[in-house]
């Protein structure tokens, strides 16, 4: 009874050790992995955001803003945690020649929870994203608004002000007024923020020629000479599907598209264009304009923008004037309702007369979506006209002269540059008119611009291998074709740029072996292709997508770093993937993962009542062995052998062990003494690449002989020493 009693005391004092010490331990790692699998979800927020203002179509990032625990039998563990998802109003405004509006947007914070560990806020806004422990900040996404060349604000409104989750959520962006673009020589934005310190710092490393200034949380900035465009979208958290979202998008400008002044003669026809934006400066479909001209005739009296927002009209010269138009009206613009453009027209000119000649008929250009590619175009008069004003202009509005007027040189020629910004849904080949005009005449010249995509292949092999399949070339001897490479994705990671082919050699099979890679990780680094902290590292089998398990021991973003990874192995040559370039990636370097646990070691005071050893790993099948820790000619009871210890049980989490006597020889007291054990999960080991380590047990009487099942090259050792295997 009394054995009992104590069995039930022993077993409380366990639970309560593991309910105080180890459950607060494993739920706080759980936590620290949410809180990891947070900053990569909010990190997709950029990503998802600017997708919607370049496609005009919705995006969603996924949440798992709340925390589910694992069910702990006899313990009390909370079951979930809930999380905050809050929208904190900001301020932002614009102020440009061509743009001026003051807004509210929103930054969206995700707050999780956690019962065990600091909480953690998450805040994106303005397309930086943020994690926050108390006073300490992390930039877990960095902006992608400003840039040298061009700034894009986004404005984001929210369905929801604060509400309380505990199931995963879709954060879904979807756009509103989005697709304009225009370029101002100065502008000043103004925002507030809740990281004031990040901004500052961010925006002062940019541009020499901009001005930054920060007072308290407002960050003003006076940008020069880029692209600006504003972005309105919509955002709203659902656990299923989102709902319809309808806004009118209202008429506020309407604009010149071109020149706002033109020469023409008499029977000469021009066509002439605006757009119609909203106050954001984004195109406005389906809004109703009239026009109406003097000294000529227009071919219709009104239309409605088409998608881009824009409408035309052709007008003809017809009497001679120096005071003619072309007038675009829009009733429903509540700021700029009317547009027109001057014209001048003349009689055709008889005698003494030149012309206008483009040096080519066509022209070839190529260049990248997101780049301005320039072209060096001239046009020259005959006979020679020296000092001739000659106007430059093209049928399409992201091609652009720089100058759009100039006089020609003392040769007759005019030179300019052709600027062309290609834009997200351009086909492979596009073609733009391009016109030079003077009072004389005028002539076009074709451009032929390719869209260029580039690939960049890191791995000879990996080109060679598949990594392009279904290779087309389309098009006809003698006109403009195009080559398409599709990416054969079937055998590599998704989501990551690069990979690295490693060949392993083993003289036997092996199952779960760790093998050593050295990698110059260093170089990687430098070139931009791997994250500085290594966390984008994975690796694979052969078929390029099952992962395996691997361990960074040391020396990330040196020329040796040496890394652990977990394989099955056949003899001969085994092939495994080296996967990088990945910066939403999170870490999965893992020493336990990646390295078995077979033993441990303690010691224990034992007498003559049965002791329980509660082990700290769970065997599948453990073996123990216990020695006693006695000083060299001292004995316990009686003759020296009359005293040992008795191991009684052995179970997966723990083993039970007393001091008994011979039934001769012993003087009937038995002491408390240490004993030192070790336990082994039963098996065969390699230690090293040779030496074998075997752990069985036997049931013997007296002495017992047996053999080792699979004898080692060298002699039994005495000791167990840490062991890592086979290195590349």
């Not at 996404?141 to 369905?159: A, P």
């Not at 710092?201 to 003003?220: A, G, H, P, V």
């Not at 290779?471 to 006809?476: N, V």
């Amino acid at each position: 009874m009394v054995g009992f009693i104590l069995i039930v005391l022993i077993t409380i004092m366990f639970i309560g050790l593991v309910q105080s010490v180890m459950l607060p331990q494993w739920n706080k790692a759980i936590e620290v992995e949410h809180s990891e699998r947070m900053s990569y979800d909010v990190a997709k927020m950029r990503e998802a955001v600017t997708l919607s203002a370049i496609s005009g179509k919705g995006s969603m990032v996924s949440l798992k803003a709340g925390i589910s625990y694992p069910d702990r039998p006899f313990l009390i563990s909370p079951k979930f945690a809930s999380a905050t998802i809050s929208a904190e109003e900001l301020s932002i405004s614009v102020k440009s020649d061509q743009i001026n509006f003051k807004e509210r947007t929103r930054a969206i914070i995700i707050s999780p929870n956690y019962y065990y560990s600091l909480k953690p806020r998450f805040t994106f806004e303005h397309t930086a994203a943020f994690r926050s422990y108390e006073n300490q900040l992390v930039v877990i996404s960095d902006q992608s608004s400003f840039q040298k060349s061009s700034v894009n604000v986004y404005l984001i409104n929210t369905t929801f002000d604060t509400i309380a989750v505990t199931q995963p959520v879709n954060t879904i962006f979807k756009p509103v007024s989005y697709g304009g673009r225009v370029f101002v020589d100065d502008a000043w934005i103004n925002f507030t923020t809740t990281n004031p310190e990040y901004w500052n710092e961010t925006l002062s490393k940019i541009s020499d020629e901009w001005t930054i200034i920060r007072d308290s949380n407002t960050i003003s900035v006076n940008v020069k000479n880029v692209y600006l465009s504003m972005s309105y979208l919509i955002a709203q958290v659902s656990t299923a599907g989102s709902a319809e979202i309808n806004v009118t998008l209202q008429p506020y400008d309407i604009r010149r598209v071109g020149t706002a002044n033109y020469i023409l003669t008499v029977g000469e026809a021009e066509e002439f264009s605006a757009m119609v934006v909203d106050e954001f400066g984004n195109p406005v479909p389906n809004v109703y304009v009239e026009f109406d001209a003097s000294g000529g005739a227009l071919d219709k009296s009104n239309s409605t923008t088409d998608d881009g927002g824009m409408v035309s009209v052709f007008f003809t010269g017809v009497t001679t004037t120096n005071s003619g138009y072309v007038r675009f009206s829009c009733p429903d613009c509540t700021n700029i309702s009317s547009i027109q453009y001057s014209l001048s027209i003349t009689e055709p000119e008889t005698s003494g007369a030149y012309r206008i000649n483009w040096e080519k008929d066509e022209y070839i250009a190529a260049g990248s979506e997101g780049q301005t590619t320039e072209i060096e175009m001239r046009a020259n008069t005959t006979p020679k006209a020296i000092y001739a004003t000659v106007e430059f202009v093209t049928d399409n509005p992201n091609a652009v002269f720089n100058p759009r007027q100039t006089l020609t040189d003392s040769a007759g020629n005019a030179t300019t540059t052709l600027q062309i910004t290609p834009q997200p849904d351009w086909d492979w080949l596009t073609i733009i008119g391009a016109f030079a005009t003077t009072l004389a005449s005028g002539d076009m010249a074709v451009v032929k611009f390719y869209l260029t995509k580039i690939w960049v292949v890191d791995i000879y092999e990996d080109f060679i291998n598949g990594i392009f399949q279904n290779t087309q070339l389309i098009g006809s001897p003698g006109q403009d074709s195009q080559v398409i490479l599709e990416q054969n994705t079937a055998n590599w990671l998704s989501g990551w740029s690069f990979r690295l082919p490693i060949t392993v050699s083993s003289s036997s099979d092996l199952f779960s072996y760790q093998v050593l890679v050295t990698i110059d990780t260093a170089s990687l680094i430098s070139a931009g292709k791997m994250r500085s902290d290594c966390g984008d590292i994975r690796f694979t089998q052969s078929d390029g997508t099952s992962k395996l398990n691997y361990w960074i021991e040391s020396g990330c973003n040196s020329g040796a770093t040496r890394i652990w990874v977990k394989t099955d192995l056949i003899s001969g040559n085994n092939l495994i993937y080296m996967y990088y370039g990945n910066e939403y990636a999170t870490p999965e370097s893992s020493l336990s993962t990646t390295f078995d646990t077979v033993g441990e070691t303690g010691v224990v005071s034992v007498g003559g009542s049965e002791t329980t050893v509660n082990l700290a790993n769970t065997y599948t099948d453990p073996v123990v062995l216990a020695v006693p820790r006695l000083v060299q000619e001292i004995y316990r009871s009686g003759t020296p052998s009359a005293q040992h210890h008795l191991i009684t049980e052995v179970s997966n989490t723990h083993f039970r062990i007393k001091q008994v006597e011979l039934p001769s020889g012993g003087e009937g007291t038995i002491d408390s003494t240490q004993i030192s054990y070790i336990v082994l999960e039963k098996g065969v080991y390699y230690i090293g690449t040779n030496l074998l380590a075997e752990i069985d047990t036997v049931t013997a009487r007296g002495w017992y002989n047996t053999s080792i099942s699979k004898p080692p090259s060298h002699q039994p050792q005495q000791s167990l020493q840490t062991f890592r295997n086979q290195e590349v």
